[in-house]
């Protein structure tokens, strides 16, 4: 009785995360306008670019090769460059390195057909202990919280997504402004224009009237 009352509950459990749209941990609802793209990376088979590839393809997101047809009319995600910097958070009594501080930063761009391209900054850090008595351990940890940063960063260039989509959707209602504004000054410039060349002809005419010198001839 008690485990199908477990059973139970567990059923109700899920039901419940998925009436509420639960979402798996570390994935980003993309838009659809970046749901395909193609991406390149500076070191395309890197553990970075891996965990990149992994969090997109997590998001729902279609990767296509540059080979692909449609490649010249989808926007591109571009992995540009990653450091690594180690700095000593504190020290031991007797001055050795007690904490230290790993930090990744990674750059990127997000390129979109005819339009602008947009930079990504990444920066992730991480705080962890040295023992100097470990050091299989320390180093194996060293490992782990490595690909830690590379998954942080990863979800966090994704997320990044939803910031480029609103950047292009502003641009792109700032474009169609400036058109609006520009056909609306052509549009006066030209009436003017007009004017203009009318004041010219009559003034001709003026200046082409016989005199009443003439007149008397």
């Given amino acids: ?76 995600l571009r992995l540009t460059s990653s450091m690594e910097d180690r700095s000593t958070v504190s020290v031991f009594q007797d001055g050795k390195a007690a904490e230290y501080q790993l930090v990744l930063e990674v750059e990127a761009q997000v390129l979109t057909p005819g339009k602008d391209i947009f930079p990504i900054r990444i920066r992730v850090f991480r705080s962890f202990f ?6 299989l351990a320390k180093d194996n940890e060293n490992d782990i919280i490595r690909q830690e940063l590379r998954e942080q960063a990863a979800q966090q260039l994704v997320r990044k997504l939803l910031a480029v989509h609103a950047a292009v959707e502003a641009n792109g209602a700032v474009d169609a402004t400036l058109q609006k504004t520009a056909r609306a000054n052509a549009v006066t410039g030209a009436k003017g224009t007009t004017a203009t060349n009318t004041d010219g002809a009559a003034g001709i005419e003026v200046i082409q009237t016989p005199t009443s010198a003439t007149e008397e001839q």
């Fill in 1 to 76: 009785m008690r485990h199908r009352t477990i059973a139970l509950l567990l059923g109700l459990a899920v039901l419940v995360t998925a009436g509420c749209g639960f979402h798996l941990r570390g994935t980003t609802k993309v838009p659809n306008e970046l749901k395909t793209l193609t991406f390149s990376s500076y070191d395309p088979y890197g553990p970075l670019t891996r965990a990149v590839r992994a969090q997109l393809r997590l998001s729902d997101v279609t990767i296509v090769k540059d080979k692909d047809p449609r490649a010249k009319t989808l926007p591109s």
């Fill in 130 to 135: 040295d023992n100097p008595l470990t050091a």
